[in-house]
């Protein structure tokens, strides 16, 4: 079992950029396929990104792709999400999740047992 912790959410302007971090709180989730997911005011939570357990292979959701970029660092335990060109349409939650359920990286929310609490992103206009 792995306790996942977000940070790097924050206040933001249009068009500007930030890097989300996420981390387990004890033991290492280097074996696990890690992904982003968000929920913005108002709607179902969404896939964002992944990756699997070497970060070889990446998925990004069509609204984030060429602006967002998820890499993992296993040997620092730590999954990031670096967002650029962010607009007002990606505040939200952002969740981190892993799975060991699955090799293929995946979009499916129910594949990932572990999740984070979140980390709120707020883009302002």
């Known amino acids: 079992q792995v306790q996942l912790v977000e940070s790097g959410g924050g206040l933001v302007q249009a068009g500007g950029s930030l890097r989300l971090s996420c981390a387990p709180s004890d033991g290492s989730f280097s074996n696990y396929n890690l992904a982003w997911f968000r929920r913005a005011p108002g709607k179902e939570r969404e896939f964002v990104a992944a990756?699997?357990?070497?970060?070889?292979?990446?998925d990004y959701a069509d609204s984030v792709e060429g602006r967002f970029t998820l890499f993992r660092d296993n040997a620092k335990d730590t999954l990031y999400l670096q967002m650029s060109g962010l607009t007002p349409g990606d505040t939200a939650v952002y969740y981190c999740?892993?799975?060991?359920?699955?090799?293929?990286?995946?979009?499916?929310?129910?594949?990932?047992?572990?999740w984070g609490n979140g980390t709120l992103v707020t883009v302002s206009s």
């Open positions: 990756t699997t357990r070497s970060g070889q292979f990446t």
């Open positions: 999740a892993a799975t060991r359920n699955t090799r293929y990286v995946t979009r499916t929310q129910s594949v990932y047992d572990y």
